[in-house]
């Protein structure tokens, strides 16, 4: 008897899910279906509304997730179709320290008069419930990047649905095998797929996971509409890449986990910043000049944005012109790869001693 999905673990799921119809002759992986249209008369008609290959990546992604998934061009994409969502006039509550391309977006429609964005600081819970009352949609990001910060998520959706807001949450730090917002009530999930799900630092993509149907239908207007959509080999390499998500999610925090300890103890190092899960730390130097200075000086660590591939990369967050202000200058944002920690520690302790 074939098992019943919703019994397996999110480690099953990610190799199970989205696979062809087992049948003689099938092909175990979803092939690239490279299409700008479709023989008229089907479910699928036109390149910009449907492709297989998507679909396959939506519904590995959805299982994981629990919910239905839309993919989109980038992750920034799918933000932008999120905050498409509320009306003119709208208040649209985020967190100060949300990944700034997210903060800009808003700051963007806020400064077209399309909505008012009210910026809270996400672990002060008392101060986001009150900010929800007048809200038309709550924006979390936890962890937020690169400051690292954790909402109440259950305390934070409950106040907004009391409001009749909806709430979205970014989830890309901490993929669904780490966090599940849809069961915490959370209405939209949204990944950048390009991080961590897609695993590799080769593609760009984004995804939105709703259970709420008639939010899934105005979503999937919005993406028919604007086009926002992914390119179909983007869409393989992220599927391929979930099919280990779960090993490599445990092995960037197993190795996380220990260089933070390890980072504590550095005299280099004024302040660790961790979560206490997942695969991103963030390290605090004294000044700009010493964290360039680190981020120069490594073998193996990369220098580079962007974050959640297996290879360990680093960067000083404030080297971005658009970063919060409130971000230390010597903040360096460490996304710990799936290397061998002992390597990984070496190459940093001789650049965390040059920078003293
Ligand atoms: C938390 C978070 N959300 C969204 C994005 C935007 O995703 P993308 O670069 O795929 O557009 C990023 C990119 O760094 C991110 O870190």
């Not at 259950?154 to 709430?167: D, L, Q, R, S």
């Not at 849809?182 to 999930?189: H, T």
């Not at 260089?259 to 963030?282: D, K």
Request: proline share 5%; glycine share 8%; with cysteine.
């Amino acid at each position: 008897m074939p098992a019943d999905p919703a019994d397996l673990s999110l480690a099953t799921t990610a190799v199970t899910a989205g696979r062809p119809a087992r049948e003689p002759d099938a092909p175990l992986n979803t092939p690239l279906t490279m299409a700008s249209t479709y023989v008229a008369g089907g479910d699928l008609e036109y390149g910009r509304y449907a492709n297989p290959t998507w679909t396959a990546f939506e519904d590995a992604l959805g299982a994981l997730e629990g919910g239905r998934c839309l993919s989109f061009a980038s992750g920034l994409a799918a933000v932008a179709t999120v905050f498409d969502l509320v009306g003119t006039d709208a208040i649209v509550v985020a967190p100060r320290h949300a990944y700034h391309g997210s903060v800009a977006q808003l700051a963007d429609l806020e400064s077209r008069g399309r909505l008012t964005t009210v910026l809270v600081d996400l672990e002060d819970t008392d101060a986001v419930v009150k900010a929800c009352d007048d809200a038309a949609l709550v924006w979390l990001e936890s962890p937020t990047n690169p400051a690292l910060e954790i909402a109440d998520i259950p305390a934070i959706t409950a106040a907004a649905h009391a409001a009749g807001a909806y709430v979205a949450l970014d989830n890309t730090f901490a993929t669904p095998l780490l966090q599940r917002p849809l069961d915490d009530g959370v209405d939209l999930v949204v990944h950048s797929a390009t991080k961590f799900l897609a695993g590799h630092s080769d593609a760009v993509m984004g995804a939105i996971v709703t259970r709420d149907d008639a939010l899934y239908d105005v979503m999937k207007g919005r993406r028919d509409l604007l086009g926002a959509i992914p390119g179909t080999l983007e869409a393989w390499l992220a599927l391929r890449g979930l099919r280990t998500l779960h090993l490599r999610v445990e092995r960037s925090q197993a190795n996380a986990q220990d260089l933070v300890r390890r980072l504590a103890a550095h005299p280099a190092v004024t302040e660790v910043r961790y979560p206490g899960f997942g695969g991103i730390a963030a390290i605090v130097l004294d000044g700009a000049d010493r964290a360039d200075l680190l981020t120069r000086s490594t073998h193996l660590w990369v220098h580079a944005t962007s974050l959640g591939g297996v290879e360990s990369t680093f960067e000083r967050r404030r080297r971005w012109r658009t970063e919060a202000p409130t971000i230390p200058e010597g903040l360096v944002r460490m996304s710990v790869g799936i290397e061998d920690v002992e390597d990984l520690w070496t190459d940093l302790e001789q650049a965390l001693d040059r920078a003293r």
